[in-house]
């Protein structure tokens, strides 16, 4: 194994090819290496196979080069598995109903690696997971095949770090953290990574590396709520909460910036501090300063609904029946990705109070909102004469935001998207 890792002749097999395991196999194509993505939606792995990208960090003309050069593959089913010498598993791993972690996606793709596992082959979880997860669940059903763990397999856990749409931290120069079930396990994946990786971090057990991940997102949770909270107390004393930021950010050490919006978005951060805290509760603990920061940001959309209506009051108008145009409904900019966006929380609890809400996003072609289709409305002077109310919930640095402000009633901004712009119209979080 780790003489085919250093001359890159080892084949590397990924499980699951969205938002972390597309891009994954990129970049070990990129590396010289022969991948083989594994999806179990037949339709995205047809896409895939003909060259069509659908994450946006990974262009559909890079995908086609590395097919027509031998080195990606990407198969429905899994009968490929037992001619990999790396399975990299990059699955989902959602919460329930009950906010409890649903690890199906992940028992699913292991049972199939399990089924087929040889001699020698190296398996990591990247998808992320409670503490305890790769060595008290994966490796029992690994086991389950008959082989032993460090002698004829190996297992480890390496938490994704990947942001989309970031063009400054890639796979490539974002440290990778790696904690192997043994000592053997641990010397192959640091191998592995280092191949595609300029930094290398082993830790002691696959169990650090997996609340590395649940620290990182939950210290962003906790910040973010903790700007959430400034943005509601400053507004009733008059206070601008992003001239209080951008003066406490002059402070050269002791503070890290983070700014408020209508809520939290994207896979990770709403979901990963739950993680984390239910797994304190099996151990009968209870993670206050966790739960009351979800709280407090599962409140946002709430919020800024509130605070577009009470600007709505100030031009005489309630929100039924008004005409917001909302801009940006992805959760961050530059993507296209709508999971867990707060944007479609404010847009819906809007439509629940009988506005009439448009939205535009320069990513985002449609989205559904409490059952109904919206297709996105171009950004014409007309679209924003006619809106009672826009409604800035993502800000697209692209957007010529003067414009926005200068042909609109009445601007509510939840990202300081307008930020330098001074007017009577903008109303701000």
């Excluded at 429905?76 to 972690?101: A, H, M, N, W, Y």
């Excluded at 398996?123 to 409670?130: C, I, K, M, P």
């Excluded at 002059?250 to 979901?271: W, Y």
């Excluded at 957007?399 to 009577?424: I, P, Q």
Aim: hydrophobic residues 40%.
């Amino acid at each position: 194994m780790l003489a085919k890792l250093e001359n890159h002749s080892a084949r590397i097999g990924i499980v699951g090819l969205g938002y972390v395991g597309l891009p994954l196999a990129m970049e070990f194509c990129r590396k010289g290496f022969r991948v083989t993505g594994f999806e179990v939606n037949p339709a995205r792995a047809r896409d895939l196979s003909r060259g069509r990208s659908y994450v946006e960090d990974v262009p559909s003309r890079e995908l086609s080069r590395w097919i027509r050069k031998g080195r990606f593959a990407a198969f429905s089913g899994f009968d490929e598995i037992s001619r990999q010498d790396v399975l990299i598993v990059c699955v989902q791993t959602p919460l329930r109903k009950t906010k409890e972690p649903d690890l199906s996606n992940v028992i699913a793709a292991v049972r199939q690696i399990a089924g087929r596992l040889k001699r020698g082959q190296l398996v990591v979880l990247e998808s992320t997971t409670y503490p305890g997860v790769t060595d008290e669940v994966i490796l029992p059903i690994l086991e389950g095949s008959g082989l032993r763990l460090g002698k004829d397999f190996f297992l480890a856990f390496s938490p994704e770090r990947v942001d989309p749409g970031n063009p400054t931290w890639t796979i490539a120069n974002t440290p990778k953290v790696v904690g192997g079930s043994d000592e053997a396990s641990l010397r192959r994946a640091r191998a592995l990574y280092s191949c595609i990786v300029n930094r290398v971090v082993p830790v002691s057990s696959t169990r650090v590396a997996e609340t590395v991940k649940l620290l990182e997102n939950t210290f962003r949770s906790v910040n973010i709520a903790l700007a959430n909270e400034m943005a509601q107390l400053c507004h009733p004393l008059g206070l601008d909460v992003w001239e209080i930021i951008e003066a406490a950010s002059t402070k050269p050490f002791g503070f890290m910036p983070f700014r408020p919006g209508p809520g939290i978005g994207g896979h990770c951060i709403p979901k990963d501090p739950r993680l984390l805290s239910w797994k304190a509760k099996t151990l009968h603990l209870k993670p206050r300063f966790i739960e009351l920061a979800s709280t407090v940001n599962s409140a946002m959309p709430h919020y800024a609904a509130r605070r577009i209506a009470e600007a709505l009051k100030t031009q005489r108008r309630s929100l039924r029946r008004s005409r917001i145009l909302v801009l940006g409904v992805a959760y961050k900019p530059g993507v296209a990705d709508c999971r867990e966006s707060p944007s479609v929380d404010v847009m819906a609890l809007l439509v629940r109070a009988g506005a009439r809400v448009s939205f535009h996003d320069p990513f985002v072609a449609s989205v559904e909102i409490n059952g109904r289709h919206l297709d996105c409305t171009p950004l014409t002077g007309h679209a924003l004469k006619g809106a009672d109310c826009v409604a800035i919930l993502t800000a697209h640095h692209a957007l010529d935001y003067a414009r926005v402000v200068r042909l609109s009633r009445l601007v509510f901004d939840a990202r300081h998207a307008t930020r330098g712009l001074s007017s009577s119209k903008i109303v701000r979080l």
